[in-house]
């Protein structure tokens, strides 16, 4: 419970530190925003008056005060380029964002639980070696990469499935298990074959323990004693790595978006960058980066479900 | 069910590894309620040929010969894991060597021994399985034994735990128990109580045991019959009585000469290192490190005797003088130097007051208050010149706190320490005067440096000309040949690593030498080598010493003086002989009473 | 065994894409950014070892230009990483105490932001270029370097020999740089190659979103981002940068695998 208390006040405290740095990183930019607004060829008059419109002109911490009090509010500001409010569009584009990483975690994991079992209990086999050099060309393979040749074999070649686009699930709930398949299935392969890996390799070093030879001396059989022993303790060095994996879904859906046509966050952050939206990149990033914050303490607090050395401390 | 009929039979046992064969050959039989004991040091497949019985070998081993219990129509090696799963833990139980990670550590103790027995349906339900698990902790004399069913293993003690395994073992009232270094990493009063628990409770039930180990005293203690085994093969089997108190084979005899520590005298190692599988000479596996070996050892001496449990594999063994033989036993004749006694008015060199360490230990809630440690609690002791200082005690007793205290490795929280008659900081210190000897010495050698350049760390100048010759003069004083110099700590043998150690420590030629456990990491056959060089160079140099060992022999054998810790306080002190011959505090008394001695 | 073969054949691609890097620096078949509108899209074979691209350029030359890229991309990432993360990590192991708490802090911080994202902020505020994207990732890496040093770091530190160096009366900065620095060697080289593989990728990710290295110089991820268009008539063109980041990642990985076992077969695998 001391722990879970601790944990929440550590991930508060980093949410104000890391918002800020986002925040101060892009507000001492060279060119400030009202100067972005009006191109190059503005004049100081006009710059300052814009900064006052925006507010940019004040001290940074007023600007940032200013800014976190609306984040709380979920209001991230108005844009200075489209002059929309920021804060729906982000909300939109999160539930399109979560779908694609919530599909590529489960892909992954269903692909990585059974490969990762398999290539431990085939260790040292042809079969098991197999299973481990298929997952090192898995990781290989950028989630982009995997992601064109997907659209090739099953859209382009097979036109079995839509090469891109979104359809919302409230909508067409088909439509959009369609459009969101390959997406999922190519985060997945990646993060599947990375977490193969890792499964592999923890179990193998639980298969090492002691305590699984005294599993087999009692008369529990080797693969019984694998999933009834070995897993529960290789679960624990996994779902550590899986607080990572997950960071790593949710920037590689950026890319996946990208290739997907798909209007998540990624697509809606790198449209900023490109019309140099500064104002929603910080919204989007933060959001980003809470967001892992939040699935860092998530799997730390499983871990210690899992862990009951760490649970009594 | 008749005691004598022979319950498991091994014949010509082999286990292949991809590079040697680590099992040679290897016969022999335990009758019901019959203890045998398997010893052998480190490497000589007593441990495999265990594991092999079960067909419990790693993936990379290949086991080869016959294995038969009584009563199973087939044989163990070469069964399906299913024909195996059937017998492991209900014919056959099994204890391992580390009770800290044999257990599963996120699982309840008692889910661990129900799993046995629900496993093998001998109850009927979960809730008599429960029942039954608690009894047998109960009866394995487990304190509150219902509070420790619901335990994760990381919440008991050492001896707690080995207890649980015991109990997962004797779950199914097993025919034999098959006990691998059972108490090797417990405490000696702990170990007492395992192994008196295994002989009481197997005597009780006429379960067989067959016991491994490397230390003859305790096997002499638990067996009645002895197999010893040396580089893959047994070369002695026979009557605990018989081969303990006259060993035909001449490993046999060393190892025994090798572990007798009689004070006053020199032990004697037994020449050479234990050879690695491969390394292993044709024929007779020792006739490289024997003294009796000739051209005839080539060829691999059969085991050969009147009765088939009483047996030898030797070509000579007719033909070695009779046990103890002078040539073997210890050697009374090579005493030291006459010292003792001179130490009472010799100079003071270290001297503590009040020394004490307390930790303060993780905070228990929010607000809560830091628990306090007390690790040592004060104590006075003097080190004079020429003196011999053992301090024993179990795990956390505050040995080795004591040691760190006393090298200015740690600060102490309270007291200080006194080099020389001056009252410097502790991180001051007793600068190069003062030495450690550790207790790992593959820890204690940095693997990326040459041995050279580790023994001349201490000295001023290291790359100076006096310093190359100071480390050759050290090379030759604890017996290595100047070539070692240029070897890297991994290319040496423990026994080696050991005596580099001790060549680090003596060069800025220090004034006191303090050694933590300084063979407790080591082979029973090179131990004795090591203490003899800690003895010499010290006497010779006139050095002060301050043994560290849970190991009251080594004490005996090396000191004058002992100081007896228990849970961070001194409880007794004296000279060895006077605590010897008649200790005073309780826990003193019980720790000799502990001690396993030579029945034979 | 496998453990030797995994080395040898990540040596084997690592060094053939570092040789086609170095060569590219003097000589390419063609000029890898020469626009020939009378060759465009030319087939595999012929002339153009493996064609053109929709501008007419040679395929070939401009894949091994963009080895040149990569490598470059992989050493400032790991320089910058190594750089800053490994001593952060060796003083946290070996002082302790506040010190140690403040830089592991810091560094789970940046943990928070992965690579990819910081660079992507970094393009935003200064502009695309392979260099800022480096530097990017480069910090982004940085806590993956604190984090395994320290852990070797505090495993040094328990080791007796130290405490013999200590007895020796050597000092903080001595200890470190004779016995810490050569026994966390081979754990952080291991990191290395690991991370030279994550920032190729990265690399790879970002120009192909347009955010790493900017038109004309030919990357791997910049050759798929111009050839997804012409998926369905050119599919190969895709194919060749595609197969050559897969095969680098992977030389990297096999490479790292390798060095892993021989480190510590306990940790086989582990990252």
Redesign the interface.
Known sequence: MNHVVRRTATLLVSVVVASFVVFAFLAVLPGNAAEVALGTNATPAAVARLSREFGTDRPLLVQYADWAQGLLHGDFGTSYVTHEAIGPRIADRFAVTAWLVAGGMLVALLLALPAGVLAAAWHRTGRGALLSGLSQVGIAVPAFLAGILLVYTFAVRAGALPAGGYTPLTEDAQDWARHLVLPWVSLGLVQGAVLTRYVRSALLSVQRQDFMRTARAKGVRRWAALCRHGLPNAAIPVVTVLGLQLSNLLVGAIVVEHVFVIPGLGDLLLRGVQDRDLLLVQGVVVVLVVAVLVLNLVTDLLYRVLDPRLRSR | MSPGEPLLEVTNLTVDSASAQLVRGIGFTVARGERVGLIGESGSGKSLTALACLGLLDDGLRPGGSVRLAGVEFDLLGASDRQLSAIRGKRVGMVFQEPMTALNPVRRVGSQITEGIRLHGTRPTRRAADEAAVELLDRLRLPAPRQAARSFPHQLSGGQRQRGVLGIALSNDPDLLICDEPTTALDVTVQKEITDLIVGDCEERGTAVLFISHDLALVSSVCHRVLVMYGGRIVESGPADRVLAAPKHPYTRALLAACDLTPGSRARAIPGVVPAPKDLPAGCGFSNRCAYADEQCAAPPEPTGEKPDDTVACWHHDALPSWPSAAESPDRDRTEPAHRGKAVDSELLLSTQGLTRHYQGRRTGLFGKRPTFRALEPIDLDLRAGQRVGVVGESGAGKSTLLRLLAGLDRPSDGGVRYFGRADGPSGGAGSRLQVVFQDPMGSLDPRLRVREIIAEPLPARRSAAARERVSELLMAVGLPEEAGERYPHQLSGGQRQRIAIARALAPEPAVLLADEPVSALDVSVRAEVLDLLRTATTERDMALCVISHDLGVIRYLCDKVLVLRDGRLVESGTVESVWEAPRHPYTKQLLAAVPRMRY | M?SRATLLTGCLIVALVLAVAAVSMVWTPYDPNHVDAARQLAGAGGEHLLGTDQFGRDVASRLMVGARITVFAGVVAVGIALLAGVPMGVVAGMTGGWLSAVIMRVSD?L???????LA??L????GSGTLTAMVAIGIASAPGFARVSRAATLRVMT???I????????GRVAIAL??VL??IADIVIVQASVSF?TAI?AE??LS??G?GTTPPTPSWGRM?QES?DL??ST?QL?LWP?LA???T??GL??LG?GLRDRVDP??????
């Open positions: 496998r911080f943990l928070a932001f992965p690579a990819l994202l992507i902020m393009a935003a505020v200064y080791a007796e020999y405490d013999a160096a200590r007895l020796a009366k050597r004779r016995h050569p026994n593989s990728l790879a990710a192909y979103l955010l798929l997804q998926l369905f599919p895709s595609g980041v897969a095969a990642v992977l990985n096999l695998d306990a940790l086989e695998g582990v990252r």
